[in-house]
């Protein structure tokens, strides 16, 4: 797996595993983020440092929700 792809599995926010599925090089409607609202919260805080990472679903959701299983 090459650097940049390594880079774009890793959240922003926390360096975790962001679960994206685009670049995981599924399709983007399985992404656990196609089914939830991110927190405006993240996305402030992440619209300077994300680039083109997703944020993973502990960062991008409100204090207790969870992604729908799938």
């Not at 595993?17 to 409607?29: R, T, W």
């Not at 993240?42 to 992604?67: M, N, Q, V, Y």
Request: net charge neutral; charged share 20%.
């Amino acid at each position: 797996m090459s650097q940049s792809k390594q880079i774009a599995m890793l959240c922003p926010l926390c360096g975790g595993d962001n679960q994206c599925a685009v670049a995981a090089g599924l399709p983007p409607e399985s992404c656990w983020c196609q089914s939830v609202s991110i927190s405006g919260q993240a996305r402030e805080k992440a619209k300077d440092s994300a680039g083109e990472r997703c944020l993973c679903p502990s960062c991008g959701l409100p204090t207790g929700d969870k992604p729908d299983a799938r």
